[in-house]
Structure formats: C-alpha cells, structure tokens
Nanobody, 119 residues
Framework: QVQLVESGGGFVQAGGSLRLSCAAS????????MGWFRQAPGKEREFVAA????????FYGDSVKGRFTISRDNTKNTMYLQMNSLKPEDTAVYYC????????????WGQGTQVTVSS
C-alpha cells in the first residue's frame, strides 16, 4: 500500500497562484504514475495532470494546459502542482492518486485538499 497526503490548498483570488503537494509513503517503489484530479460540487471528477514517476513525462487536462505545472521530487517521494492564473472554475477538491506498476488505472487516492478561487 501507498499512503498519500495532500497539502497546500486554500483560498485565493482569481489570477493568483497556489502550489499543491502530495507526499507518498509506504510501497513507493511500486508507483508508475502519479496524478491530480479535481471534483467540484455537483460535477464529475476531472483529470487535471499526471506525471510518470521515473521518466518525468507529463500530461495535462485541456482546461489547465498552460496554467498548471506538475512536477515531482523522487528523493522526497513528493509530487507538486503549481497552479497559476487561477480562475473561479478551478474551485474544487483536488485529489492526488497513484497508478501502480502493472495496473491499468489509479488505485489509491489521497484525502483531498480544497482549493477555492474567488472572482
């Protein structure tokens, strides 16, 4: 099992920035990819970004391309999401998740962190 703990959420005005962190512990050697997802009230969960743990290849959802940057620090087993030019529609609970080697989907999730962007 891998345990995930998100941090860094908060309240920010439109146009501002926040950085989210996701610290992984436990069987971290099994991680193939880590990702960020978000869910706003009344909406389905949405893919935000992902990063392949060893290669560092990154992937972004269309709604955040050019504004958000995903990165990771393998030495700290931590993934980050730098969010710039935030918009009110970015308001959501943000979750980190992992895809383990040999799995087809994301299997373990953090508890989530709230991001609120005011207009």
């Amino acid at each position: 099992q891998v345990q995930l703990v998100e941090s860094g959420g908060g309240f920010v005005q439109a146009g501002g920035s926040l950085r989210l962190s996701c610290a992984a512990s436990g069987r971290t050697f099994s991680i193939y990819q880590m990702g960020w997802f978000r869910q706003a009230p009344g909406k389905e969960r949405e893919f935000v970004a992902a990063i392949t743990w060893t290669s560092g290849n990154t992937f972004y959802g269309d709604s955040v391309k050019g504004r958000f940057t995903i990165s990771r620090d393998n030495t700290k087993n931590t993934m980050y999401l730098q969010m710039n030019s935030l918009k009110p529609e970015d308001t959501a609970v943000y979750y980190c998740a992992i895809k383990q080697r040999g799995e087809g989907g994301y299997s373990q999730w953090g508890q989530g962190t709230q991001v609120t962007v005011s207009s």
